[in-house]
């Protein structure tokens, strides 16, 4: 079993930056791809930014792409997304959702996912 838990959402304007942070548990986290995924109210769940186990393979959604960073620290235990240039249309609750069955591929629907945080509200106002 595998329990992820995510920090560092929060109310910004449009243009500031936020880290979000997942730090999961379970002795076969690293072996996995992990996302970030996000929900804004009344709308499907959607693909955020995803990285494979060794880090060396990062995917996006393009309406994230040059302002978002995915990023994994196997040693410290820890997956981030940074967020810059935060616009209005990014508020969302956002989950981080680990996918175990797949080491290099990241893969970007969320029922591939098995183990998923409980997420964390980011709100940009304009």
């Known amino acids: 079993q595998v329990q992820l838990v995510e920090s560092g959402g929060g109310l910004v304007q449009a243009g500031d930056s936020l880290r979000l942070s997942c730090v999961p548990s379970g002795e076969t986290y690293v072996r996995t791809t992990m996302g970030w995924f996000r929900q804004a109210t009344g709308k499907a769940r959607e693909f955020v930014a995803g990285?494979?186990?060794?880090?060396?393979?990062?995917t996006y959604v393009d309406s994230v792409k040059g302002r978002f960073t995915i990023s994994r620290d196997n040693a410290g235990n820890t997956v981030s997304l940074q967020m810059n240039s935060l616009k209005p249309e990014d508020t969302a609750v956002y989950y981080c959702?680990?996918?175990?069955?797949?080491?290099?591929?990241?893969?970007?629907?969320?029922?591939?996912?098995?183990?998923w945080g409980q997420g964390i509200q980011v709100t940009v106002s304009s």
């Open positions: 959702a680990s996918d175990p069955h797949s080491l290099q591929a990241v893969r970007i629907r969320p029922v591939e996912y098995t183990y």
């Open positions: 990285i494979n186990w060794k880090g060396d393979k990062t």
